[in-house]
Every structure is written in C-alpha cells, then in structure tokens.
C-alpha cells in the first residue's frame, strides 16, 4: 500500500488524501468510540475508487472528515494539494437518504439550482448547467416535479443531478444507492459510471455491497474493523465499459470479488461482533 | 378518483354544507318567531340590519368600525408574527439559549392575555397603541413555540447537505431552516389569528370609540337587540374572512405538501 503518492510526479495528479485520519466520539467518557483508526490512503484525478468494509466500521465517519463537514480527532486531509477544514468547494457529497437530502419544497429543478443559485452563477449559466444534469440522468421532462412526486429512485438521480449541476471535482458519495430496490439500483449504477466518463469526474463511493463496489470502481479500497484502518487496496483492471450480466459473469469479476468479501469477512470476525453501529 | 368524480364529490360537499346553513337558519327563524323575544330577534331582523346598518351605509362601517379594527389586529399580529419568528428560529437552532429562556416563555405563556389588559392599560393608556400591544403580545407565544418546534424539528441533514454545497449560515436559514419549518409556523399563525380576533374585540369593549367591539357595546347600552346580533354576525363574518385568507396563503406557500 501506498502512503505517499505526492512525491508520484509523473503519475496521475492526486485529488484527495487522506492522512493518519484518527476520530474518536465521545473522547474521555464512558461512551468513547473508537471510529477511525489511522485510515491513509488517496484518490487520483479522474479515478473512480470504492470504499468498503464491514458494516459499522465507521464509513459515515470517514466520508463526513474527508468531506470538511466534521473534523477528525487528529490527521489531514487534503484536496489538490489544500488542506480540508470546512468543505472545500471543488468537492460535493450525495447522501443515502436522497428523501431528507432533497429540499422538498422546491420542485426538481430548483433544487438542482439551489446550491448554484447560492454561489453567484448567473441565470443563463444556472439554466443551462440545470438543463443539462437532468438530461445527463434521465430527467429530463421531470424539471416542474415535487421530490415528493417522484420515486425513490428518480429522487436519487435529482441529487446526483444536483451533484453534477455543481460541477465538483471530485463527488463523494455515501452509500446513494443503499436504499432502492435491486433494478433502480443497476440502472443508476450505469448512470453514474456513463457520467464520470462522460463528464471526466472523480468518484470517491463508499458502499458496503462488495458487488457494486468491484463493478464500478478502478480501485477498492477495504476497510477494518472500528477502530478502521485500511486492510487492502485492490485494483479492478476489468475493462470498461462493464456490462451489469456480462461484467458480473467474468471469471476476474467473481475472483475479485471473492478477493474482497473475504477480507471483510475476516475483519468482521476479529475483535468486534459484526452488525454493529451503521444503520 | 378520477377528476369528475372528485368535482361531483365536491359539489355534493358544497351542496349539503349550504343545506346544513339553510337549515339552520330555518330554526332559528321558526324558534324567534314563536318565542317572539326582545333579545332574541329573527334571522330576518339581524340580516336586514347587517344589510342596512353595515352594508348600505359601507364609508361609515368602514372608516368606524371595520377599518380600525382590522388595522389594530393586523398590526399586532404581523409584529408578533415578525417578531416571534426570528426569536424562534433564534431559540430552535440554540439548545442552550432555548434552555435559558423556555421557563420564561412558558410562564408568560400561562398568564390568560386578557388579563393583561388592566396592566397594559395604565401603562399604555386607552388609545391604539395598547391594543396593538395587547393584540400582539397575546398571539406571540403560540407563533413562538410553534417555530421553535418547527426548527428543531429540522432533518439535520437538509442542513448537513446545504453545507455540503457551502451555502452560507444567513442563508440556509432563510432557505432551508424557514421553509423547513413553515408548515409549523402556519400552524401557530392559524392560532394565533383567532387569538387575535378576541383580543381586539376584548379591547374595544374595555376602551374605545370606534371599532367593530365598540359597535357592538354601544348597540347594547343603547338596547338596540337588532344591531348587537347584526355586530356578532359581522364579527364572525370578519373572523372566517381572515381565516380564509391566512388559510389560502398557506395553501399557496406549501403547495409542496400536498405533491
């Protein structure tokens, strides 16, 4: 495993990185919790990186200090170089729960516009940018919709859309499709991947489902146990575009996914019951 | 339900809610009439005053009656509104300013606003300015608890997703916290109007010399049964107007709710 791919000068340029990154809750009372354990790894521009481990192993954690919205206990991460104290504005999260994470007293396409509208792109621009996510995910015709009017699925693609429309360098995504039926979630895989080479993004996507984590990611990164730490890095070279049946039926498919779920089996049997913590 | 057979629901609605009117109208008219009391006057007696005495003679209801009270009402509601919404979101997004002040607001809350009248008499005198007071001071507390409940209600993560897309803090309360928290706040307001409505007839009937409450007094020194049932019906008329009105605002404002 690499700690050190700022000094990788002829590589990739670096997106985001994470170093020593320790989080503890409740430090000093009875209730102290261990989360993050040391998790080191890093992000290149343009790659598409999965995180996955067992479940309550902290991954929420995690994705909340890499995203500037809390701080960790002690460690740096850092974004092109920048050190991330508050949420930097090259960088945007899509949450699991889309139905509390949509505002749902905008209609769809105002809630695509609203953190655009908020950091002085003018209306023309706020338009097309708006116009153009929708049609990216296959909304387009839905813009004058309620949230509330649509599907849990078609509400997932608004806030990839908002995502997009905000055109961050890099997304970081919790989990977005943990919460919809099986079909809803292949189709909005194949969205999201059709997007990031389409639109030249860089993914960084924590999941707990080690098929979908080997189907669109370029690298797997495996987590421990709370307190986590880094247990593997693996790199998926199967080549793209990857097919939902055709992908997932290759013998390299089912090697690295076994290599995966193995090691999540193995932390989740160390010093921690599994099932614990993460909802 | 398609869409006819939701209007003919409708209509049906309408149609038996009128019924229910006429009806009512009806045995109040046989039961005046049969009694035939001085203080209990005919629908047609009470009507016909409303139509002559307020309606045909509408510049002088309006600039005595009906044009001071609405001003004292609307100015006390629109300042405790006004007021009460920024202390609440204030108190609902601080837990420990929300644990200084609730005690307070909840004793203050207790004490029955028109018994504050006496008070606010000597201190304020008979004129407007008390019963825009005493209007406004009565209708805060539910306005403010509503919008306290309202904000902290709030999924944090509507808050944790605008900070994600660095929306700033003035904004994401005026863009998420608010809105997040109008249903609730209509709530209170829709409370506090009939509070208000009591409370400036109360304050027309204690000191003043002109409004609808005063109408209404004078129509009763005066022993004129007719007029003081003709002034209780305007009042009601008044009250379900301004209900209606707040009730269509709110409609307009969280039409999301019903998506």
């Known amino acids: 495993m690499s700690t050190d791919s700022t000094s990788n000068e002829s590589g990739p340029r670096q997106s985001l990185a994470a170093a020593d990154l320790h989080h503890v809750y409740g430090k000093g009372t009875t209730e102290e919790h261990h989360a993050l354990g040391g998790i080191t790894f890093s992000v290149d521009q343009g790659e598409f990186v999965a995180i996955v481990g067992p479940s309550g192993c902290g991954k929420t954690t995690l994705l909340r200090c890499l995203s500037g919205l809390m701080a960790p206990t002690s460690g740096t991460v850092t974004l092109e170089g920048t050190a991330v104290d508050s949420v930097p504005k090259d960088l945007t999260l899509v949450f699991q729960d889309y139905r509390r994470s949509l505002y749902p007293w905008l209609r769809v396409d105002a809630n695509v516009e609203f953190p655009l509208k908020h950091s002085g792109i003018d209306k023309p621009e706020r338009v097309e940018r708006v116009r153009q996510a929708l049609d990216d995910v296959g909304l387009t015709g839905h813009a004058s919709k309620y949230p509330g009017q649509l599907s849990g699925g078609m509400q997932q693609r608004v806030s990839i859309a908002r995502a997009l429309a905000y055109r961050p360098h890099l997304l970081l995504m919790d989990e977005p499709f943990a919460s919809v039926d099986a079909q809803t979630r292949s189709s909005l895989e194949d969205v999201l991947l059709d997007v990031w080479q389409r639109r030249n993004k860089t993914v960084l996507f924590v999941t707990h489902d080690i098929d979908e984590s080997v189907y669109l990611a370029d690298r797997v990164v495996v987590l421990s146990n709370a307190p986590s730490h880094v247990l593997a890095e693996i790199t998926i070279d199967i080549p793209r575009p990857r097919d939902q049946i055709e992908t997932k039926a290759t013998a390299e498919f089912v090697e690295l996914r076994a290599e995966v779920a193995r090691l999540i089996r193995n932390a989740g049997t160390r010093d921690h019951p599994p099932g614990e913590g993460e909802a | ?259």
């Not at chain 2, 609440?88 to 997004?93: E, K, N, P, Q």
């Not at chain 2, 049964?225 to 009250?239: H, K, R, T, Y």
């Open chain 2, 1 to 259: 339900m398609t869409v006819s057979a939701r209007t003919r629901q409708r209509i049906k609605d309408v149609g038996l809610q009128i019924t229910v009117v006429v009806a009512v109208l009806l045995v109040w008219k046989i039961w005046t009439e049969r009694v035939d009391s001085l203080y209990f006057p005919t629908p047609n007696e009470v009507l016909s005053e409303v139509w002559n005495g307020w309606i045909l003679d509408w510049s002088n209801t309006w600039n005595d009656n009906l044009q001071p009270s609405l001003t004292r009402l609307l100015a006390g509601f629109f300042l405790a509104s006004f007021f009460a919404i920024i202390v609440g979101v204030a108190i609902g997004r601080s837990r420990t300013l929300g644990d200084y002040v609730e005690p307070i607001i909840h004793f203050v809350r207790s004490i029955p606003p028109p018994a504050l009248l006496p008070l606010f008499l000597v201190l304020l005198g008979i004129g407007d300015n008390m019963k825009v007071v005493l209007i406004a001071v009565g209708v805060f507390p539910p306005i403010l608890l509503n919008t306290i409940d309202g904000v902290r209600s709030i999924d944090p993560l509507y808050l944790d997703t605008a900070q994600a897309y660095r929306i700033s803090r003035t904004r994401r309360l005026t863009h998420v916290v608010l809105p997040a928290a109008a249903p609730k706040i209509f709530a209170g307001l829709r409370i506090s109007l009939s509070i208000a409505v009591i409370l400036m007839v109360i304050s027309e009937l204690i000191a003043a010399t002109n409004g609808v409450g005063f109408r209404i007094l004078q129509a009763q020194r005066q022993f004129k049964m007719v007029d003081l049932w003709a002034g209780l019906v305007v009042l009601g008329a008044m009250g379900a107007g301004l209900n209606a009105l707040l009730a269509l605002i709110e409609r307009r404002i969280l039409r999301w709710r019903r998506a």
